[in-house]
Structures are given as C-alpha cells and as structure tokens.
C-alpha cells in the first residue's frame, strides 16, 4: 500500500505541472486584464506602466518561469486585484465552502441513502415508487432556479431564513465555523439543501439500484435461511454491499460540490471560493485562477486516494497493491 | 418616460427635503452589485472600490451627488497664477486615531498614490500634472505645474487623503486588516471580509457634523434577483443596480421605495472612421471594400438609422435618456446646441445613396454582454434598426473579459469597425470623454487613448487645447462645448443614450441618486 500511495503522489505532481501550464497560457490567450481592470480614462503611458507592474510586458514563457521559482518556494503568485497572495485569498475563503460542502454532503447520506433503502427493499410500493419521482425531480431542476425558489419562499415568503450571506460564525476548539452558531446554521441551511438536493437524488437512485442488485444474491438468501433477524440482514449483507459503489461516487462527488459550488454560493452570496473563481475569471485575475486550480487538482488527488483506501477497507478483495493505478 | 423621471426626481427632491434628523440610533445593511476588492484608496482605481474608501477618506474637494465641485479638507482653493494653485486646507479635521490632519498629509498622499506596487489602475493620471508641491504652513500647499492647467480642482476630487502618521511604509493589506485604514471621513472601518461584508461604524468627530447611520454594513451580492429578493426579504435595506426587468414590478410593491438618477455614463457606439479598410466592414456578399466609415455622410447615416427613443421604450424599459452628445444637460462643458439626433431611416438612406452606397454594405457590430445595462439587446436592436436602412448588420458580444482586449486591438487598431460601448466621466466634465474617445491620439499628452475608432480633426484638437489652457471657467466651459459641436457634427462617435441608475430602499428611506453611479450611506435618507 506504501508503495501505492508513493507512486500515485509522483503522478500527481505531474497532473499539477500539466495543470498549471495549460492554465497559464489559456488565461493569457483569452486577454490582457489591464485591459479590463485599469480605469478607463488612463493615459497609453499609464497603461504601458500598469502592464509592467503586473509583470505581464514579458513574454509568456518567461511569467510562466517565474511563477514556478516562485511555485518552488511556496508561492503561487499575487492576486491582481486584491494585492493579496492568491494562495491566501483561497484558503480564507475555503472553510465557508467546506461547512457547505460537508452540511450538503451529509444532508444527501441521511436522507439519500435511507430512502434509497426504502427504495429498494419497496420497489412497487406508493412509497417506493413517489422517492424515485421525486428524485428525478432533484435531478432535473437548474440549480439556479430551484435556489432563487427556495430564497422566494423560506425568506421573502415566510421569513422563516434568511436570504444569503454567511452569518456569524462560533468558535469552537480554536475553530470559527458558521457549524457553531445559530445564526451561521440559518444562514448554511439553504444554500446547503440547495447545494444537497441533486446529491440526495444521485444517492437515492445509487443505493436503490445497488440494494436490487443485492437482494437476489446468494449470500443475502443464505443470510434468511440462517434465520437472521431482517434487521442484522438489511445493516450487514445488504448495507455493507450496497456503499461500497456509493463511497466511491459520493468521494467523488465531494470534490465537485467544494469545486463547482459556483451557482449556489453566486446565489446565496456565500463568500466562498465559487464565488471567488467566477470573479476572478471575469477579471482575468490570472494567479487566483491558476492557484485555484492546483488547489483543486490537488484535492481530488487526495479524494481519489482516500476513496481508493477506504474501498479496500470496504472490500477486502480489493488490494490496493496489486492495482497499476 | 421623461415625465416619469421628472415625477421621479421630484420625489428624490422632495425625499431629500423632508430628511430629518435622527430620531434614534440606527443601522443600516447595503447590497451592491460588485465586491470591492480592497481598501487601499490608491490601490485600484475602480468604481467598486472608490464608493467604499469614499466613506473612509475624504478628498481636498468633494464631489457632490451631481459631481459637482464641494469644499472637502480644503476650504478654499484657486490659481495664483498661470502655473500655481494655492489651496487652503481645513483646520482642526482629525484623523479616526485623533492625530491631527495637516498639509503634510497631503504632500505623503501625492507621494504615495502614484507608486502603489503592483496596483493594476493608479491615480496617477491625477497627479502627473503637479511638477511641485510647496507647503506654505500646516493649512496652506501649492501645487505648481508645467502649464497652465484649469483641471486641477477636478483631478484632486478623487485622490483619497491619507495619513502620514499610519500610512508610512503601509502597503494594501494593511490598508485591508484596517491597520492603515485611518482616514478623516465620515465612517471608520470596522472589518473588511473579502467577499462578504464590509462593516463601517460612525465617526462621531466628523468635521462635517455626525454621519446619520451608527452602523453601516455592505455586502455584495452578484446575482440580480438574489439582490432583490434580500431587499423583499428585509435581509438588507438598500440595494444598487435593480434590474431593469424588475424595476415595474417593484414600482407597484408598496413595500419597496425606488430612486432613480441619471448618470454620467454615456452609451455610444465607436465608429472606425480612419482606416482605410475596416476589419469587420465587407461588400454584402463578403468581398472586401474601402472602408465607408471614413465618409462623414456613412456616420450621419448611421446616426439617423437608430431610433434611440425605441431602445430607451423597448430595451431600456423607459429607464435611459437618449443622448445626442458626451454627458447629460447640466454637465459642465455641454453644448445647449445639439440635440438629440431624430430617427429618420429614409433621410439616412438617402445619405447612403449619396455616399454611394446604394444597396448598403455589410458589418458586424460588436458589444460586450455583461458590461453595461441590457448592452446585448442593445447591439441587437442596433443591427435590426441598420438592417432597415439595407445595412446587413450582424452581431458579435462577449464577456468584457474578451471584448475590451480585442476593442483596443494591438499595433493595426481595433478589431472591431463599429463598437458599443459606454463612457463614465470620472471628473464630471466634457474634457474627460473629449481628450480620452476623440482627440487625435497623442500618448505625450495622454489624449486619445480610448480613441478606438481613430476620429481626428484639428479643429477639435485646437478647440480643446485652448479649453485645457483656459483657468477661467466660463471660457473654459465655451470651448468644451464648442470641441463637443465640431465632434458631434463630424460624427466621431454615435451617443445612444444615457444611463439612469436605480436602487431601491425599504419603505421609510430614500437615496439620492449619484450620477457617478456610487452607492454610498450619506446618500441614503430618511423619507416620512
């Protein structure tokens, strides 16, 4: 397992230098963001100036050279328009995504997965039948509109949340979390179950699926004929088989909610780092859009890892050594 | 839709009349459109940061709600000759740490604002006329310059004053952590978190009297009906940019006030009248021809073609004025003799014909579409509107992270012939569009910089280096007017319309619209 874990860091490392390349140039194929960020009435000589400030009068090649010396030390460059290391900017911003990502995650394994159970064990049922209708209903409503939705009627409606924002964060173990305040959990609840609603249906049909699959099994009827309570054969043969795809996909599944909460942070205005790509590209703010991506790279790796350990743990027939990964 | 704005600032005036004074403590919770990245008030020099820093730090000269000219930390000011302006400063002003404010700030406040490192838009161009400062006492400076330079009042009314005491050595994110961001305005920063709030909190020693709100907090909120639906939901009590697709229905919610303004923001379309071949112009079945732009009848034509009331009704929902020339009446430097163009698609045909085109030719307009209000459907119509005069017009908009680039162009010019694009004057007069979209290109004088459409005439030119030599207003004034005819006249560009602003209150406040288009607290009234 050590060695699998070693060789699969190595190939990361080459992930992230692809990464950062093909990043670089793109964003400095599409344009020049003094050309945006600079105020418009700014003389040509001001202009020249600006560019030079910026490093960007060098010619491509060279600003990618200095940005992996500077990757050597540790530093991923300055944000254009906050002066700030963008590095910084990300990692003060990623906590307000993870609370999010992690309420979302658990909303869609609480509620996803036990009626995704139901499901299966009642596939003709009323019951049965209305969870895998709704479920597709989560399936196919825009992020967006389903957000403004849930805004019109918990905070304009009934007033009951309100409408975006991050709230006031608790401390808890030296740990400012919006998790430890009841402010931070009416302000997280929306956007969480915004964020949650297209899990919980991909974890419902997953688990329905995987329980139909298992039911018919050998292992399953021998479990019956033993004389086992339903209950010990639902929690151990049937559960135990069914999470085994569920873990991997929902490890995946994690890395895109932190990654691609765009629409529902944009929405909710919550200050995460959704919302600090999609500003960041608009203005062509090159070094958070490049770290942002390495960072992102970066955590799928682990994800990936991580997921591929706990199926061994999972699945003892699964050895991680004897994978060419 | 005139009377509608005439009703609509009535109200303001009259909003702003029946302001009282406190009753009680109060606070008060902003959402803008944009996020300010910094509180560096030199850092960037940017609409979204400018209105933040505006409440932290106070200029010389204040620019009031109509842009125009108020005494700030100086009381006084004018030339003492052709190349000196004298200032008189504000006695007994202090800093939010109690220090007090003096000449010498200033003179560290023209040091600083032009060498911010790694700023991305510095101040400079404010600055790089004064060749000396003299500092006469504590509340006396000079500022001496190359020429005679009637712009100085205005330049120096966005430079932010700092403190030397807090600001030596200070870089932007010590200006962000709130260590430097010690001003002598109106509110004092409470805390800055990037992308979620930025709370301000009364300076109780104002030199200006006490602010009206204890607490001030601003948040962005990007989405257009995010913003509207935090208003509805009481969760903020102001909100900047209503989209004007809900601004009707608002108007009917009795629990929403709205406030309109115009700006100072003209929409126009660049016109390349210079080159010899036009890259986006073609013979109607793609074969290349000379350029027709370059034909003042072609321009004319043009401007004749656009029904500019139909897209202030139709694409603007009535909120926009339609523009013949750079900056609204009551502007300084605006000629009372151009009016806005009338639609006429037969008398542009006409013009056509008789510039020999007949049968029309072929261009693609190109627009940015996430830039100003509605600028996509306004290219659309545009073209529709060209199609009408036998111009095969077709449309090409992208994100303004794409557009302003390939706009400016590199070595040949710009890439597109026949552009929109808007102009907001940051000094409140004619001579900021004038010497940045139409004057002959001259990177010495820093003229003509945004002049992506190449219009050229020595006559302007001449109109307007007199303008920029004159200290006497009135003649000043003239001549800017004058420059603005002669442009007009040449077509040098095509005005559409002006841009009016809304935002929008809970019941019991007002705003008093800003032309500059900024938000800001001091603007926010009571209304009962």
């Not at chain 1, 860091?9 to 992230?16: E, F």
């Not at chain 2, 220090?99 to 838009?121: I, Q």
Request: charge should be negative.
């Amino acid at each position: 397992m050590t060695v699998f874990i070693i060789r699969r860091l190595m190939q990361s490392i080459a992930v992230l230098a692809v990464t950062s390349l093909l990043v670089f140039v793109g964003v400095y194929a599409i344009g020049n963001p003094v050309d945006i960020l600079i105020a418009p009435d700014a003389t040509e000589l001001e202009r020249q100036a600006a560019i030079a400030r910026l490093g960007l009068d060098r010619p491509v090649w060279e600003q990618y050279w200095v940005f992996l010396t500077n990757l050597a030390e540790g530093d991923l460059g300055r944000s254009f328009v906050f002066n700030e290391p963008a590095l910084k900017l990300i990692l003060q911003r990623l906590p307000a995504t993870l609370e999010l990502a992690f309420v979302a995650m658990l909303i869609a394994v609480f509620i996803g997965i036990p009626l995704g159970l139901w499901a299966g064990f009642h596939p003709n049922g009323v019951s049965g039948r209305s969870i895998m209708a709704g479920s597709i209903l989560g399936f196919s409503l825009p992020n967006f509109w389903q957000g403004l939705m849930l805004i019109m009627i918990f905070a304009v409606m009934l007033g009951w949340l309100p409408a975006g924002g991050r709230g006031d964060q608790g401390e808890f173990l030296g740990i400012r979390s919006s998790l430890f305040s009841l402010d931070g959990w009416s302000h997280l609840i929306l956007p969480a179950i915004n964020l949650a609603l297209f899990k919980t249906s991909l974890v419902i049909r997953l688990t329905r699926a995987n329980v139909r699959e298992v039911l018919p099994q050998d292992y399953v009827k021998f479990a019956r004929a033993k004389g086992l309570r339903q209950r010990r054969v639902v929690m151990v043969h049937v559960l135990k088989n069914t999470l085994i795809p569920v873990v991997t996909v929902l490890g995946l599944e994690l890395g895109n909610v932190i990654a691609f909460a765009v629409v529902t942070e944009t929405i909710f205005a919550w200050p995460g780092i959704g919302k600090l790509i999609i500003d960041s590209i608009f203005v062509l703010d090159r070094p958070i859009i490049v770290a942002y991506l390495m960072v992102i790279v970066m955590m799928f790796i682990i994800i990936n890892l991580i997921v591929d350990i706990l199926y061994s743990v999972l699945d003892p027939r699964v050895r991680l050594a004897d994978q060419r990964a | 839709m005139f009377e509608r704005l005439t009703i609509l600032a009535a109200a303001m005036a009259t909003a702003a009349s029946l302001a009282v004074p406190p009753a009680s403590a109060e606070d008060l919770t902003i959402a803008l459109a944009s996020e300010a990245t910094s509180i560096d008030p030199h850092f960037h020099n940017t609409g979204n940061n400018n209105q933040i820093v505006f409440h932290i730090f106070d200029t010389l000269i204040k620019q009031g709600s109509s842009q125009e000219l108020e005494p700030g930390l100086a009381t006084s000011w004018g030339p003492i000759d052709d190349t000196t302006w004298e200032f008189h400063l504000r006695e007994g002003v202090t800093f939010h740490d109690g220090s007090p404010f003096t000449a010498d700030d200033v003179v560290f406040t023209l040091e600083r604002a032009p060498n911010v490192p790694d700023s991305p838009s510095s101040f400079a161009g404010s600055i790089n006329s004064i060749t000396e400062v003299i500092v006469v006492d504590d509340y006396t400076i000079q500022f001496k310059t190359a020429a005679a330079y009637p712009l100085m009042p205005n330049d120096l009314s966005v430079v932010r004053i700092i403190s030397r005491e807090n600001g030596e050595g200070a870089t932007t994110a010590d200006y962000n952590s709130g260590a430097a961001a010690i001003g002598t305005g109106p509110y004092k920063l409470v805390e800055y978190v990037p992308g979620d709030r930025i709370v301000l909190t009364a300076n109780d020693d104002y030199w200006d009297g006490r602010p009206e709100w204890d607490n001030v907090t601003f948040r962005p909120i990007t989405s257009d009906p995010a913003r509207v639906a935090a208003l509805l939901a009481g969760d903020v009590d102001v909100i900047a940019s209503v989209p004007t697709a809900d601004i009707a229905q608002l108007a009917d919610n009795p629990d929403v006030v709205l406030s309109q303004g115009v700006s100072n923001r003209v929409i126009y379309l660049h016109i390349d009248s210079a080159r010899e071949v036009s890259p986006m112009v073609t013979a109607k079945d793609g074969s290349e021809i000379p350029n027709p732009f370059r034909d003042v009848r072609v321009r004319r034509a043009i401007s004749m073609a656009i029904d500019r009331n139909a897209i202030v009704e139709q694409v603007m929902e009535g909120v926009a004025i339609p523009a013949g020339q750079l900056l609204p009446d009551g502007f300084f430097g605006v000629s009372e003799n151009i009016e806005v163009p009338t639609y006429d698609p037969d008398g542009a045909r006409a013009l056509l014909e008789e510039a020999g085109y007949p049968d029309g030719f072929a261009v693609t307009i190109a627009g940015p579409n996430d830039r100003y209000i509605n600028d996509e459907q306004i290219v659309q119509a545009i073209a529709q509107m060209l199609a009408r005069v036998g111009i095969d017009a077709s449309v090409e908009t992208m994100p303004r992270s794409v557009y302003f680039g390939r706009a400016t162009g590199g070595e040949n010019g710009s890439e597109f012939s026949l552009m929109l694009v808007g102009w907001g004057s940051d000094t409140g007069e004619a001579s900021s569009p004038l010497r940045a979209l139409l004057a002959t290109k001259n990177p010495e004088l820093g003229w003509g910089s945004t002049n992506r459409g190449g219009y050229s005439s020595a006559e302007m030119d001449a109109a307007l280096t007199e303008a920029m030599q004159t200290v006497d207003d009135t003649r000043r004034a003239e001549l800017l007017a004058r420059a603005c005819e002669i442009a007009m006249g040449d077509v040098g560009l095509i005005p559409t319309h002006f841009q009016v602003n809304t935002w929008a209150t809970r019941p019991g406040l007002a705003y008093i619209p800003r032309t500059d288009e900024y938000t800001l607290a001091m603007n926010v009234v009571r209304s009962e």
